[in-house]
């Protein structure tokens, strides 16, 4: 036994999560998810429902609950297999709080000052500036680092965060000796990066209140052409990239994506046509596109009972890897065990 273990190739480990919330974006779709499924075949991949994470914002109890089993749900119907990846909720894996407590007395109080989503957010939710608001990115690196993370595919939005996790690393290792993996970010390349369909020079963020601007990878079919149909673009007429035309820039990048066909020939299939034909056939492509993320999802979150099974077996993989971690942590650190 031992010996079949040791002769294993020990693969790397990716890490990533998302809030609790089926509402995700083509965005969050085309520009992650959907890439997430190739991992698995090369690494031990790890995807957590952030629970813990969202009632840093106050959540309406039953939501919360309901968006839990959906963000599991999607993550499923984008092409997740709960068998190749641990698919787990958070708050299941009591570690993560416990080492976030670790860690935040192992983080600066002027370091988390310094992250600009805790300056955002407390612009927007200036009523409810709490403390785990502030320490939310401790608790992002106890995310990743209890599971010797190597690799962490995240936007440009979560960069500052996981440099953070980076040095508390770091610093724990230079502190208490080698305990945890540093880990890198992973960041889709370009193309992949889809844009507001009303003002295309931002990204494509769920949170935007210009419903228009955003394609859910729930929308029924209607709504997906109706908003394609919409896009904001320039005044010309010609369907070729080019400085200054981010609408149609991000059409083609989308089309091009959903497609797997390169930008060039996105352009030459539609020499000739004019915006009205574009927008029609980049919503329907979507529409297509999605039709069996749509399906699988309506399937799963009709069983409940399966999504309850897929969340006890993420729960127990994951909680196995986090005791390894959490517990040498505490060894390090200077805490007793329970005398036996
Ligand atoms: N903070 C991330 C976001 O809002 C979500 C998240 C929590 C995460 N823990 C993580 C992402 C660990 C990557 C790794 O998008």
Not at 61 to 81: I, Q
Not at 247 to 273: D, H, M, P, Q, W
Request: hydrophobic fraction near 35%.
């Amino acid at each position: 036994m031992n010996e079949v273990m040791t002769n294993e190739v020990k693969k790397k480990i990716v890490y990533s999560g998302v809030q609790p919330s089926g509402n995700l974006t083509i965005g969050n779709y085309l520009g992650a998810i959907k890439n997430f499924s190739a991992f698995s075949e090369d690494y031990e991949c790890y995807y957590c429902v952030v629970d813990l994470h969202s009632v840093t914002v106050r959540q309406v109890p039953a939501e919360l609950r309901k968006r839990t089993y959906e963000g599991l749900a999607v993550y499923m119907a984008c092409g997740l297999d709960p068998q190749k990846n641990t698919l787990y909720v958070q708050s299941h894996v009591h570690e993560h709080a416990e080492l976030s407590w670790l860690l935040g007395c192992n983080t600066m109080f002027g370091e988390l000052s310094r992250m600009t989503q805790f300056k955002d957010k407390s612009r927007k939710h200036a009523e409810n500036i709490n403390a785990g608001l502030f320490t939310y990115p401790v608790l992002m690196a106890a995310d990743i680092l209890l599971y010797q993370t190597d690799i962490v595919p995240i936007g440009s939005d979560q960069k500052q965060h996981l440099e953070l996790a980076r040095d508390i690393a770091v610093r724990f290792n230079t502190t208490y000796s080698e305990t945890f993996k540093v880990p890198e970010p992973y960041m889709p390349k370009s193309g992949a990066r889809i844009m507001s369909l009303a003002e295309p020079t931002q990204k494509m963020s769920k949170s935007d209140p210009n419903a228009n601007a955003i394609v859910y990878i729930l929308d029924k079919k209607d709504d997906i052409i109706r908003k394609f149909r919409r896009a904001v673009t320039d005044s010309g007429s010609e369907i070729v990239m080019g400085e200054g035309k981010d609408g149609i820039n991000n059409l083609i990048t989308i089309y091009s994506v959903l497609s797997g066909k390169t930008c060039e020939e996105v352009e030459r299939e539609f020499a000739g046509k004019g915006y009205g034909d574009f927008k029609t056939a980049v919503g329907e492509l979507c529409a297509d596109v999605l039709r069996p993320v749509q399906e699988e999802y309506a399937r799963l979150i009709a069983d409940k009972k399966y999504l309850e099974e897929v969340m006890k077996l993420g729960a127990e993989r994951a909680s196995y890897a986090a005791r390894r971690t959490l517990s040498k942590v505490k060894r390090k650190m200077g805490f007793t065990d329970i005398p036996r």
